[in-house]
Structures are given as structure tokens and as C-alpha cells.
């Protein structure tokens, strides 16, 4: 990883990500981020947690990779449709590795934009 991926990373453990409005690559509001979750094996951020429906009772679980910064919003590279199809996870504080599992599964390759 480059030094630019890297401190990309350090902002996200920081939590700078958290408490903003996210949204999918058509510019749909999905929600706000309440979390950054590591990879288990790797202990790296790697997902976001973004509270979703009335009074976000919901949560989805995205990747972080392709994710960006649009002024105070963040972007996520995925649509609707592939985040509302993901695994159903509960909230927790980490994600286990069989969640880690079926949500790289998902959101392979062939899931981008």
C-alpha cells in the first residue's frame, strides 16, 4: 500500500468518517456512519457501518475501498440495490470472520459501481 492508501486508512481509524451522510454512486442518501469495522485477520478498517432506515434502526455494512470524501458527505461505491442485498448483520462491535467471509463474497469485483 502507498503512503497516500495508508494515511486514507489513519483518517478512517480516527473516526473522521463517523457521523456523516452517506451516499451511494447515484447520489442516494443511504444513511450516516456509525461505525468503521477492521478486518479480523488484518485488524485494518475495512467496513462501514451506515444506520439506515426510519430512525436508523437498520445497519449496512460496506466496504471501505472505493470509499470517499465528498465535502462533509461520504461516497460509497456501491448502489442501492448491492448494499440493501448484502448479508444481514446484527450490530456488533467487530466483524467476526465468518461475517468478514460472506461480506467479502458480496461485495466481490464483479459488485463495483
Same mark, same amino acid.
Given at each position: 500500500?502507498?503512503?497516500?492508501? $495508508?494515511r486514507?486508512?489513519?483518517d =478512517?481509524? $480516527? *473516526?473522521? @468518517? ?13 444513511g450516516?456512519?456509525?461505525?468503521v469495522?477492521? $478486518?479480523?485477520?488484518t485488524?485494518?478498517?475495512? @467496513?462501514?457501518a451506515i444506520?439506515?432506515?426510519y ?5 449496512a455494512?460496506?466496504? =471501505?475501498?472505493?470509499?470517499s470524501?465528498?465535502?462533509? #458527505?461520504v461516497v ?6 448491492? =448494499?440493501t #442485498?448484502?448479508?444481514?448483520?446484527e450490530i ?5 470472520p465468518d461475517? &468478514? ?6 461485495? *466481490?469485483?464483479?459488485?463495483? &459501481?
Open positions: 500500500m502507498d503512503d497516500r492508501s $495508508d486514507y486508512v489513519d =478512517i481509524t $480516527d *473516526g473522521m @468518517w463517523v457521523d456523516r451522510r452517506v451516499r451511494d454512486t447515484s447520489g442516494d442518501v443511504l450516516v456512519v456509525v461505525d469495522y477492521e $478486518d479480523p485477520h485488524r485494518r478498517p475495512t @467496513w462501514l444506520s439506515t432506515g430512525f436508523g434502526t437498520c445497519v455494512v460496506v466496504p =471501505i475501498r472505493g470509499a470524501l465528498l465535502g462533509d #458527505e460509497v461505491a456501491h448502489n442501492r440495490e448491492t =448494499i #442485498e448484502a448479508p444481514a448483520v456488533f462491535v467487530a466483524v467476526t461475517h &468478514h467471509r460472506q461480506l467479502v463474497d458480496h461485495y *466481490g469485483p464483479s459488485r463495483s &459501481h
